[in-house]
């Protein structure tokens, strides 16, 4: 079982500061989740490899991007040699996704790939063996500060049910609507890492926030007696 994780989105923090925003939520998560959206796989647009190598300089946090992106594999590698300590993307846009896992892990980065809310498992069923974390959308992807939607919540039992199949090790992660209030679910469907944007950074203490986030997953996690549905 992994350990449980709350990686604070940037795409909710204020980016005229972000290294004073990272360093205040940092005395409370080992980290931070990036957004990088081209306005073209999303209808939005944030920001790109040049961000994220002054993100790097200024925390020493793990830095997990998101790559919200049509062209992944022209970028992914950019965004590693940024400082990215992990790189997620979403499979359907890639002509040879398993390639580019492998692309990326021969760049030092951890690799993870990303099912929409009304996407099957079975898209990145091929890639689960070789990958080191599942994102399964809790929104559908482009705009901090949407409503959690829990018809998502079988699909994490059923990552859970197929990496027990695989033999795999891959962490489970889970990203949109994601607050004190939601995040029980998802730990006890057998989620363990939680990208909370607005939930932490839209709060005056925001160590407070992430770790009240964290709180409630394990107390979830404590009622449903292990990792996750089966």
């Known amino acids: 079982m992994h350990d449980l994780r709350v990686a604070p989105s940037i795409l909710s923090a204020d980016f005229a500061r972000l290294a004073d925003e990272i360093a205040d939520v ?13 306005a073209h796989y999303v209808p939005n647009l944030t920001i790109g490899p040049p961000v994220v190598k002054s993100l790097r300089a200024a925390t020493p946090l793990l830095l997990d991007a998101h790559l919200m992106i049509t062209d ?7 965004v590693v040699a940024a400082g990215a300590d992990s790189v997620t993307f979403h499979p359907e846009v890639e002509d040879d996704p398993l390639g580019l896992v492998e ?5 030092g980065s951890q690799v993870g790939v990303a099912v929409r809310p009304h996407q099957p498992l079975s898209l990145v069923e091929e890639l689960l063996p070789h990958v080191d974390m599942l994102l399964v959308m809790t929104v559908q992807p482009g705009f901090g500060g949407q409503a959690f939607m829990p018809e998502v919540l079988p699909k994490i039992a059923e990552a859970v049910r197929a990496r027990q199949h695989l033999g795999a090790d891959f962490r489970i992660q889970v990203d949109g609507g994601i607050s004190a209030k939601t995040v029980g679910g998802t730990a006890a469907a057998g989620a363990d890492t939680f990208v909370a944007g607005s939930a932490v950074f839209d709060q005056p203490d925001r160590p ?3 770790r ?8 979830a996690l404590e009622v449903a007696g292990g990792e996750g549905a089966a």
């Open 208 to 210: 407070a926030a992430a």
């Open 26 to 38: 940092a005395p409370a998560v080992s980290m931070i989740h990036v957004d990088v959206m081209d």
């Open 72 to 78: 992944p594999r022209t970028y992914a590698p950019q």
């Open 212 to 219: 009240q986030v964290l709180e409630a997953a394990f107390a």
């Open 103 to 107: 692309l990326l892990r021969d760049a």
